[in-house]
């Protein structure tokens, strides 16, 4: 019984040491996040509100990490390397070529993937934007008038508070809080 | 190799980090980015623009919805029926809003869900792209890069 418990632990044990040497090996390596700061210090409140903004930011910060260049000119660049249209950069040899090909296949059905669901997505936008005019039109103007003053308020006080205070209430109190004894 | 950038501020960019740029030197990586949208999508597939596919909308309506989003329309309903001092809805304007206001409910659940899928696939893109990098030459890197 007691060999069994001990052959139990050990399996454990080394299990845990399996995981640990993932995380800091192939876990590490394989998927690094990178934080990459969007505004700095001296950016105005709400720089990033503007139309474009962000894409405009990101790309400047990301400017900062390396060689920006698009996914888009990266395929377009590859099939002129194919046909050998790149000139000065040698036919690529046939292993290559077909390493090449199985890439840019894979690039190609994600591509095709994420652009069927961006079809179905701007379609429940489209519905979304539809729904918020069928809710609007039945509100009278002075309705329309307090919603607009009143937005922030809404959000912060009357919507999200009541989340606040469920998940604040499901915690035990602190030494700060002020129902602490 | 490469290592992934998390998604932006913005849904629609997200970047993956190639960590070997040209020739494989790791001290100047190629950072991979969504480009356009437009240039992502074939002709014979672009997606639907919402502005365009909508019905003329009364211009006070148009207007009001110009300051609010659809989150702010719901969210300012559900103050409505509830925040003291509100301009109280009468009983033809809940009844009308019963159906709508499911609706959006449900759209809004869908559209979330597809936003979700639609970030994943994203990240599968330019997690392809980058392996279609690591596969091309030095030569054919350089010249990429430039």
């Known amino acids: ?19 640990v040497g993932w995380q800091l090996t192939a876990g590490r390596d394989g998927h690094a996040v990178l934080a990459v700061p969007m505004l700095r210090p001296g950016d105005a409140p709400g720089s990033l509100h503007a139309p474009g903004a962000p894409a405009r930011a990101a790309r400047a ?26 000139e000065g950069i040698p036919p690529l040899d046939a292993a290559t070529r077909v390493e090449v090909s199985e890439a840019l296949r894979k690039v190609n059905d994600a591509r095709e993937a994420l652009l069927a669901l961006e079809t179905k997505l701007a379609a429940e936008d489209a519905a979304l934007a539809a729904d918020a005019r069928a809710l609007a039109a039945t509100l009278t103007p002075e309705q329309r008038a307090w919603v607009l003053a009143q937005r922030d308020q809404a959000s912060v006080a009357d919507v999200e508070r009541a989340y606040w205070d469920a998940v604040l209430a499901a915690l035990p109190p602190t030494a700060s809080s002020p129902d602490a004894p | 190799m490469h290592r992934r950038a998390r998604p932006l501020l913005s849904p629609w960019l997200v970047a993956v980090v190639a960590c070997t740029g040209p020739g494989g030197d ?28 909508a019905p003329p909308v009364p211009a006070e309506t148009a207007a009001f919805l ?40 449900d759209t809004r659940r869908r559209r979330d869900l597809l936003r979700s899928e639609a970030r994943a696939a994203e990240t ?5 792209s980058a392996d279609l990098w690591t596969t091309l030459p030095p030569s054919a890197q350089e010249r990429l890069a430039r």
């Open chain 2, 124 to 128: 599968a893109w330019l997690d392809a």
């Open chain 1, 1 to 19: 019984m007691k060999r069994a418990a001990d052959a139990t632990l050990l399996v454990l044990l080394l299990a845990a040491l399996a995981q």
């Open chain 1, 61 to 86: 910060a990301l400017a900062t990490q390396g060689t920006v260049i698009t996914a888009e000119d990266l395929a377009r660049g590859v099939l002129a390397l194919e046909r050998g249209e790149l």
């Open chain 2, 66 to 105: 110009a300051h609010a989003t659809p989150d702010d329309v719901a969210r300012g309903l559900v103050a409505l029926t509830s925040a003291p001092g509100a301009p109280a809805l009468s009983d033809p304007q809940r009844a009308a809003l019963a159906e709508p206001l499911r609706r959006a409910r």
């Open chain 2, 26 to 53: 790791t001290a100047a990586p190629v950072v991979l980015v969504r480009g356009e949208a437009g240039v992502l999508a074939p002709d014979r597939a672009a997606p639907p623009r919402a502005a365009e596919a």
